[in-house]
C-alpha cells in the first residue's frame, strides 16, 4: 500500500495550513514540504510555494520542478528525481524504520534542511474479530425498528510501552463496494482517527459504509505529525512556524511505519 493513498491523502487538507501568515508589509519566498516517509516505501515528496495573504507580493526565480534535492542516511545520498506539480521520487531509495533520513536542497539562495527518524513498526498488531455482520439499510426507513441487534465494535490492540504516537485508518479495498446505504452522494472509502498514544482503539459497525473487505492501517507516527494534525484541529490560524523543524521552510518531513490487518464486512 503505498503511502501516498492513504495518510497524505487525507493529510492534505492539513497541509493547506502550511501557509505563513502574513501581518505586515514582508515576505519571504520560502517552500512548503510534503514529507511523509513510510517504511518498506520508496522516498515521495512535494514541494510547493505558499500561498500569502498579501496582494502584489514578489516570488523568487525557483523554478519548483527543477531543485536540486537530496536525501541522505548516513553516508548515502540519493538526488530526488522531479516528476512534475513539484512531486520528487527516487526509487532505488527504500525507507527503513529506525533509521535517521536528512533533506537538503537550496531555495531563494538560503539551505533548506529537515531530519526524521523513522518509528519502528508496530508490534503485536490484533484484531477482536475477522468479519463482522451488518444488516442491509433500507434507505426509506434508516435503521429503523427491526434493525436487529447491533454488532459489537471491532477492537484492535497493539503493543505501546513507551506511549508512542499511533494512527488507525480503515480503508475499504474493493473495486465497486457495495454501500450499505445509498444515497445521492457515494459515502467515502476510508477514514481515519484521531492520533492516539494509547495501545487499543475501538471501530463501531457505524463507521462502515461498505460491504466488502476493508484493510485496517496501523500507522506509528512521530510526534511532530500528531501535532500537526492537532494545532489544525485547535486553531483556524495557519502555520507561523515550521511544527517539524524545517529550517528555512514550512510543513512536514516525517517519518511513520506501519502494519495491517484484513476485516470483511457481510450483509446479514
Not at 517552500?31 to 510547493?48: F, R
Not at 495573504?53 to 548516513?74: A, P
Not at 531555495?107 to 523513522?118: G, H, L, M, P, R
Not at 454501500?179 to 494509547?198: A, C, E, H, V
Amino acid at each position: 500500500m503505498k503511502l501516498y493513498y492513504t495518510i497524505p491523502t487525507l493529510c492534505a487538507l492539513l497541509l493547506l495550513g502550511c501557509i505563513k501568515e502574513e501581518n505586515s508589509s514582508f515576505f519571504e519566498d520560502v517552500p512548503v514540504i510534503e514529507g511523509y516517509l513510510l517504511a518498506n516505501d520508496i522516498i515521495n515528496l512535494k514541494i510547493s510555494r505558499q500561498v500569502p495573504f498579501l496582494e502584489g507580493v514578489e516570488y523568487s526565480n525557483e523554478d519548483i520542478n527543477s531543485l536540486n534535492i537530496k536525501v541522505s542516511n548516513n553516508n548515502n545520498i540519493y538526488s530526488l528525481s522531479p516528476i512534475g506539480d513539484g512531486r520528487y521520487v527516487d526509487s532505488t531509495l527504500t525507507i527503513e524504520d529506525g533509521k535517521k533520513y536528512d533533506l537538503n536542497f537550496i531555495f531563494n539562495d538560503k539551505e533548506v534542511s529537515a531530519s526524521t527518524i523513522i518509528p519502528e513498526k508496530p508490534l503485536n498488531l490484533t484484531q477482536s474479530v475477522s468479519e463482522m455482520i451488518i444488516r442491509r439499510v433500507n434507505p426509506l426507513n434508516g435503521l429503523g425498528a427491526g434493525f436487529g441487534d447491533l454488532p459489537d465494535p471491532v477492537e484492535i490492540s497493539w503493543s505501546n510501552p513507551d506511549s508512542s504516537n499511533y494512527i488507525v485508518v480503515v480503508e475499504n479495498i474493493e473495486e465497486n463496494p457495495e454501500p450499505i446505504l445509498t444515497g445521492d452522494q457515494p459515502p467515502p472509502s476510508l477514514f481515519l482517527n484521531k492520533p492516539t498514544q494509547g495501545s487499543t482503539y475501538e471501530i463501531p459497525f457505524g463507521s462502515f459504509s461498505y460491504y466488502g473487505t476493508h484493510r485496517i492501517l496501523l500507522y506509528h507516527v512521530n510526534p511532530d505529525y500528531a501535532l500537526l494534525y492537532e494545532d489544525q484541529e485547535t486553531s483556524s490560524q495557519n502555520f507561523s512556524t515550521p511544527i517539524s523543524g524545517i529550517n528555512n521552510g514550512f510543513g512536514i518531513f516525517t517519518g511513520m511505519s506501519s502494519d495491517e490487518l484484513l476485516l470483511e464486512i457481510k450483509p446479514e
